[in-house]
């Protein structure tokens, strides 16, 4: 899932600031899951805003609602009422959402209030973690399903740095060396052969360094 | 003959091998580079010039190599894969040999939010075992990276590489030398070892591969200034491993005595290290203690340095 | 103004635990503050954020969460999640400008009616010392 975090508070008034009525939309679908800016949060959010308002005399007019996604027109549209209404509208989906409802409705300004920051997954209750970098080119047979890309904080292809520390890697301890994960699993599959193949200098041309992406699927186009 | 650099003559000759470290300044005064060197002259073969160690700024690399080489003394030129892409290392590597820089140690890189710009964006475009083919190429096919057509000119590099015995997974150490050895890498120069138990294994393991045969390895010591700075490394360097015993050791004595111990550890260091088979010479790093160079080579009877 | 400042608190109070304390304190009759309104939960696990935060965005002046001694919860963990919870909102409170004493965690068993008597009277206090949460308007409701 795409992981995001809700934005300081201040970074959110300043952007409220010149408005007066705001729509709150929340996205059902992965920052709902990632607690972050789904249904629950957007009430949290909505609720916080009507208190600052009132303390701070701010006069703003908060509405909010919760669509399935937000990176899909068809959810999007049924908003124009909504959107119609609203000098602003603040999206806590992740970065997708928040640019296509502004591609649907050009006419208005749409905020963040979530900062998105990562592929990852729930690997315990309150805790998700990185797993993708999305760069276009898997490596995932030759690392056993560890990627070197999302985990290791140089991006190494051929190994550990000198850096590891008892299994932890030099820039944070709390985090796993991706190449010891790496190389424990080559070893428990009997396959430490595999670190002898020199992965070579690869294309980012498929990752971000080739210009933004776009897929195209004739056969599922009109 | 790869380079023809005074390191790789007495490497070849099969002389015993001696290389220092130099960090270049925080700064451009040309000056700090010449005190160094100045005891480092004569006392070693060649001397590392580190590429923003730490992933602290300090004068380039290159720079810094070149007015070593205009000093007399020959360099070894880092060059991390933290900060440039693919396009600045080749355009530098051409630079650099354009100067006549003939060394080249190949390295990932500290991470840079250990350094003194913490916020800023890596680069890891190629890796440093890519890089060491990256050179390789270079110098043997007189080809860039993904390209077929010939460049002008002799890039004439002897390639090094890093190895750290001491990093875990300890398994996977000479499996990645010898992944280095593969990829073209002519000699390597280890982290600086305290546990000489873990480097004997590291390097039967090497040995036991034949690695020693392909590559030359340059056995890192850092001499302990004191009780103070053993602790710390003990304690807070990853990759890094400092046996208690020599922990105790420095603790032991006073504290205007701390220095002149360190030395006497580094000196028995270099001796020990000399015996084991598949160590070819010693890189002596000695962090902000150039001035201490000439006496450590000299009780390690490492003097004079041979002319070839 | 502080003369006729009546605190307006709400309690939110676990059935197996504090809901019962609260019956027992009322048949020993034991005094507390009149000023505690008290909302049935089946669990404090069941307490959100969002009751937390309607409550004072509706003028109630001072807010707390009763549930079981640790170890004692009939869903097993119930007033765990509800601690943790309460934790969280108190930063909410925080970062909107409230004063996050104005909410609380009590542990109190189906027997300690003294103990929600206590709990009551601590939240009072600090609802009068505290004074009235600014974005209470409607007098009376």
Same mark, same amino acid.
């Given at each position: ?207 971000? +360094? ?13 | 003959? #790869? ?37 480092? #002259? ?69 991470? !840079? ?77 280890? !982290? ?12 039967? =393991? ?9 590559? +030359? ?62 160590? $070819? ?18 009780? =390690? ?8 | ?49 969002? +009751? ?54 009590? $542990? ?34």
């Amino acid at each position: 899932m795409i992981v995001g975090d809700r934005k300081p508070i201040e970074e959110i008034k300043e952007m409220l600031a010149p408005y007066k009525k705001i729509l709150l939309v929340g996205c059902g679908t992965c920052i709902s899951v990632c607690m972050t800016g789904g249904e629950k949060e957007v009430g949290i959010l909505a609720s916080e805003l009507r208190m600052i308002s009132e303390l701070e005399k701010k006069d703003w007019e908060i509405s909010e609602t919760t669509i399935q996604r937000q990176c899909e027109r068809e959810y999007i549209e049924p908003l124009k009422e909504q959107f119609e209404k609203a000098d602003v509208v603040m999206s806590m989906a992740c970065g997708v959402g928040i640019q296509y409802m502004a591609e649907v409705f050009p006419e208005k300004i749409v905020l963040p209030a979530v900062n998105t920051t990562f592929y990852g997954t729930n690997v315990k209750e309150g805790e998700w973690q990185e797993r993708c970098a999305g760069c276009g080119d898997c490596v995932l047979d030759k690392t056993l399903g560890i990627c070197p890309v999302a985990r290791c904080s140089k991006g190494l292809y051929n190994g550990p740095c000198g850096g590891t520390d008892n299994g932890k890697c030099e820039v944070n301890k709390d985090l796993d060396c991706a190449w010891y994960l790496i190389y424990n699993r080559m070893k428990e599959h009997g396959k430490l052969d595999m670190l002898d193949e020199i992965i070579p200098a690869r294309s980012w041309k498929t990752s971000l +360094h080739g210009g933004p992406r776009k897929r195209v699927r004739e056969d599922a186009q009109k | 003959m #790869k380079a023809n650099s005074n390191l790789e003559k007495i490497l070849e000759r099969g002389e015993f091998a001696v290389t220092g470290e130099l960090g270049p300044p925080k700064g451009n005064d040309v000056e700090v580079i010449k005190k160094k060197a100045q005891f480092l #002259k004569g006392n070693v073969d060649a001397v590392n010039i580190t590429d923003n160690q730490t992933a602290v700024v300090r004068m380039s690399s290159i720079a810094a190599s070149k007015l070593l080489l205009d000093l007399g003394v020959e360099p070894v030129m880092q060059m991390v894969v933290r900060d440039r892409n693919r396009i600045a290392i080749q355009s530098d590597i051409l630079g650099a040999t354009a100067l006549g820089l003939k060394n080249m140690l190949c390295l990932s890189g500290d991470h !840079q939010t250990f350094g003194n710009q913490p916020d800023a964006k890596n680069v890891f475009d190629i890796d440093s075992i890519q890089l060491i083919g990256l050179v390789k190429r270079l110098r043997d096919e007189k080809k860039m990276l993904n390209l077929e057509d010939e460049i002008e000119g002799d890039v004439g590099i002897f390639i090094g590489a890093a190895a750290n015995p001491f990093a875990e997974p300890f398994g996977f150490r000479p499996l990645r030398l010898r992944k280095k050895v593969a990829a073209g890498v002519n000699f390597i120069q280890t !982290q600086c070892i305290y546990d000489m138990k873990i480097f004997k294994e590291f390097m039967k =393991a090497v040995c036991d591969m034949g690695l020693d045969q392909k590559v +030359h390895i340059l056995a890192g010591v850092t001499p302990l200034k004191s009780a103070g700075m053993t602790k710390y490394m003990a304690n807070n360097v990853p990759g890094i491993i400092i046996p208690e015993e020599l922990v105790k050791r420095m603790a032991g004595v006073a504290k205007e005595k701390a220095a002149e111990e360190g030395i006497k550890i580094c000196v028995e260091q270099i001796q020990e290290l000399r015996e084991i088979k598949g160590v $070819h010479g010693i890189h002596l790093m000695a962090i902000e203690w150039e001035s201490r160079v000439p006496e450590i080579v000299s009780q =390690a009877k490492l003097l004079p340095r041979p002319v070839v | 103004m502080s003369n006729n400042y009546e605190p307006k608190i709400i309690a939110f109070c676990c059935r197996y635990c504090a809901y019962t304390a609260a019956d027992l304190a009322g048949s020993m009759r034991l005094e507390y503050p009149s000023n505690i309104r008290v909302v049935q939960l089946l669990c404090t696990g069941r307490i959100d954020v969002l +009751h937390v935060l309607k409550a004072f965005e509706q003028g109630a002046d001072a807010v707390y969460v009763a549930g079981c001694e640790p170890g004692d919860c009939h869903f097993l963990e119930g007033n765990y999640r509800a601690v943790k919870r309460i934790a969280y909102a108190k930063n909410l409170l925080k970062e909107i400008g409230l004063e996050p004493e104005r909410l609380e965690f009590f $542990h109190i068993g189906a027997s300690e009616g003294p103990r929600f008597a206590e709990a009551a009277k601590e939240m009072t206090d600090r609802a009068l010392k505290l004074g009235p949460n600014p974005l209470r308007k409607k007098q009376g409701e």
